[in-house]
């Protein structure tokens, strides 16, 4: 505060400007908010499992009971020891990611001397789902399967309708159990599904599946799937 001459009126000294705050530096630490780089997917690869997947089979054995159990259908119980009896005979496929993560599985079994191949046990983990896996483990399990058996008729029983989607599009058909495998041994795997006894009530006639068959030309020269087949080595893996 100050007096002027000319007067006893006092007055206030004027408040210094606040001195303007410079913008705090931005770090790696403190990305800007909507900025940070997005996550890039894992990738995927299908291929013709090995014995040294052995290592998985525990996983994919809780996984299928799980599924089934939640779906309320299908067959609930493979054990591991069959599931790795498989992976040591070059008759599964299965997806893992770059870092040996399961990501998916199927299997192919043979009935009626070779006359029949069944494409089986198809599984997603939940954590890759809606990602295209089953769609490549489908088109894998479908040409290991003319590779091994080229002679035989490829058929499959399943609930899911993607899963009949996947097989329409290789060329399956819808047909009655009658026109698939009569193999009792194959039949009896379904005990373990919860709806055996809606299957015995039927004699095996019809189920809450539904059967679809590749059925082989008669004229293997037509065989389009047979050479698009040929084109693909079963041991190469295949990106999902």
């Known amino acids: 505060m100050y007096t002027t001459q000319s007067s006893n009126e006092t007055l206030s000294a004027p408040e210094e400007p606040e001195p303007v705050k410079e913008p705090e530096p931005i770090t790696e630490s403190a990305p800007i908010k909507g900025t940070e780089p997005a996550t890039q997917p894992e990738p995927i690869l299908v291929r013709t499992a090995t014995p040294a997947d052995a290592k998985y089979a525990l996983l994919i054995a809780a996984e299928m009971k799980a599924s089934a159990l939640a779906r309320g259908t299908g067959i609930a119980h493979r054990s591991p020891e069959s599931i790795i ?12 990611t770059a870092k040996g993560t399961w990501a998916g599985f199927s299997y192919i079994e043979s009935w009626q001397e070779g006359a029949f191949v069944s494409n089986s046990g198809m599984i997603v983990s939940p954590s890759f789902r809606g ?14 399967s003319r590779q091994l058996y080229p002679a035989a008729n490829i058929f499959s029983i399943t609930t899911g309708l993607a899963i009949m989607k996947l097989n329409s599009n290789l060329g399956f058909m819808p047909v009655t159990y009658s026109e698939i495998t009569k193999d009792e041994k194959f039949w009896d795997k379904c005990r373990h599904c919860v709806n055996f006894d809606i299957l015995q009530s039927k004699q095996y006639k019809n ?27 079963i041991d190469n893996p295949q990106p999902a």
Do not use: W
């Not at 009896?85 to 893992?96: L, N, P, R, Y």
């Not at 990602?131 to 290991?144: D, E, P, T, Y």
């Open 131 to 144: 990602n295209g896996v089953a769609s490549a483990i489908k088109q894998h399990i479908f040409r290991l």
């Open 207 to 233: 189920c809450l599946c539904t059967a679809m068959l590749y059925q082989v030309p008669e004229d293997a020269s037509t065989d389009k799937r047979a050479t698009e087949a040929s084109a693909f080595p």
């Open 85 to 96: 009896q498989k992976m040591d005979s070059g008759h599964a496929v299965i997806a893992v």
